[in-house]
């Protein structure tokens, strides 16, 4: 099971900055945050992911709490081209089997309007 | 550098044949890993292999599903005696090594039983 916790849905204004907030409670210290979104039927894109530092690169921004329980993905001016289903995801990084698995919950359906 | 690439894009079976659904995974890439989404749901794991090798596979349901990853060549995903229940959009991911890295996604193989 997912151990991330997102709200369903989001609205963000067109030129605005996207907040996505996600919240990871029981995260371990060798577990990173991942950040996935899916166009429409797409296959999901990788956005980002870090580990207890905040995180910056062309697509996105990641501030990560420093309890490490809770993160936001910034997107800092939306497009339309932005809307998306985005998925934050806590992963083991220690080594290969299982620990390496992406697991999906549901995600947050974010809408950027006009 | 070529994508993941999945084929076909699109599969349409009767009920009772068998579907293969191919993953060619990115250049130096030696992990996949197995996703099905069912029509207006998330992304469900199913299978987790290295070059020649099963690390996880439990998502798979227990009858009529396999995969392999060969030495050489793709890797496939085979459901036998296709039920309707098994229309869903299947994903296949790659990464170079398991743990602190991104996993490129391919554009999926859409699954339909007729």
Not at chain 1, 5 to 15: F, H, L, N, R, Y
Not at chain 1, 77 to 105: K, M, P
């Amino acid at each position: 099971d997912a151990k991330t916790t997102q709200p369903p849905s989001m609205d963000c204004a067109e030129g605005r900055a996207a907040n996505l907030p996600c919240n990871h409670s029981t995260i371990s210290g060798n577990e990173y945050v991942y950040w996935y979104r899916q166009i429409h039927s797409q296959g999901p894109q990788y956005i980002i992911h870090g580990l207890k530092n905040n995180e910056t690169n062309e697509m996105a921004s990641l501030i990560i709490t420093e309890d490490r329980k809770s993160s936001t993905l910034i997107l800092p001016h939306a497009t339309l081209r932005d809307t998306a289903v985005y998925y934050c995801i806590v992963r083991v990084v220690d080594g290969g089997g299982s620990q390496g698995n992406l697991i999906f919950g549901k995600g947050t359906k974010l809408s950027v309007k006009p | 550098n070529a994508g993941v690439m999945q084929n076909p894009r699109h599969l349409v079976r009767r009920r009772g044949q068998e579907a293969r659904l191919r993953c060619s995974p990115m250049k130096g890439h030696s992990h996949v890993y197995w996703y099905r989404q069912l029509p207006e749901e998330g992304l469900k794991f199913m299978v987790y292999l290295q070059k020649e090798n099963i690390i996880d596979e439990s998502g798979m349901p227990k009858e009529r599903f396999s995969a392999e990853f060969p030495k050489e060549g793709p890797s496939i995903l085979r459901i036998q005696q296709v039920v309707r229940g098994d229309s869903a959009a299947y994903f296949c991911a790659s990464s170079p090594q398991a743990g602190n890295t991104e996993a490129f996604f391919g554009q999926g193989t859409r699954l339909t039983v007729v």
